[in-house]
């Protein structure tokens, strides 16, 4: 759980939000809890947290108690302030190798916009969506270096051509795959300065599909 001075600063960001305080003090909190200056001021100083009250002031702000209290984005990483997140993991790159993220604990909270939802699959598909760094030009002008990719983790069927992130034992790469009668899988680069291989279905282990990076949809 928070400490009570970053929950205290998370009702002022709310406050300040909401565009009727202006800069917000104490005094502000206090009143928006219903509690008067003085025990607001002593529960402060104990470091005690006036659940019942933050309880309504939740309910009335339609906000998630587990964001407010925890910083959790609760159920489906979709929290009840129409804020839309997805797991960002800032440290991996695709086209560059370096292993696969399943094991990588160290992810953010990456905000979408809510336009931006319908492209991913909905809301209740964010929890299926991981987003990615691209490094390299093998896949321009599709991709560029430095973009995000959103990934759909549910979606990893070759059996239909799209772009893909999937791992071989070299690394974790973003490829355009086409499944070829034989059964091998054509792994192409957009850029065609880089040839196509060919590699056997079980020497590729698919992370799922690119569904979108910002602005453009596959």
């Known amino acids: 759980m928070l400490q009570v001075f970053e929950i205290i600063e998370k009702l002022k960001d709310i406050l300040s939000k909401d565009g009727k305080c202006g800069k917000v003090f104490d005094k502000d909190v206090a009143s ?3 509690l008067s200056q003085v025990n607001f001021a002593t529960m402060k100083n104990r470091g005690k947290i006036p659940f019942s009250n933050i309880l309504d002031f939740c309910a009335k702000k339609k906000i ?9 984005n609760p159920g489906s990483l979709v929290d009840s302030t129409d804020k839309y997140w997805i797991r960002y993991y800032p440290e991996v790159n695709v086209s560059a190798g370096g292993g696969a993220y399943e094991s990588n604990d160290e992810y953010e909270s990456l905000e979408v916009p809510p336009y931006f939802i319908d492209m991913l699959g909905g809301k209740e598909n ?3 969506i991981d987003a990615i760094n691209v490094v390299g030009d093998s896949m ?3 991709l560029n270096s430095d973009n995000i990719i959103f ?3 549910t979606r990893n069927d070759v059996s239909r051509d799209g772009i893909y992130a999937f791992t071989t034992n070299h690394g974790l790469f973003v490829k355009r795959i086409q499944r070829r009668v034989d059964g091998k899988l054509d ?3 957009d850029n065609k ?3 196509i291989q060919i590699l056997d279905k079980n020497e590729v282990f698919v992370v799922g599909k690119v569904v979108s990076s910002f602005g453009m949809v596959y």
Do not use: C, F, G, H
């Not at 998630?64 to 959790?72: H, K, P, T, V």
């Open 32 to 34: 928006a809890l219903d």
């Open 64 to 72: 998630s108690i587990n964001w407010l209290l925890y910083n959790q």
């Open 126 to 128: 964010l929890k299926n």
């Open 140 to 142: 321009e002008p599709t």
């Open 151 to 153: 990934i759909d983790k």
């Open 187 to 189: 792994v192409i680069s």
């Open 193 to 195: 300065d880089y040839p």
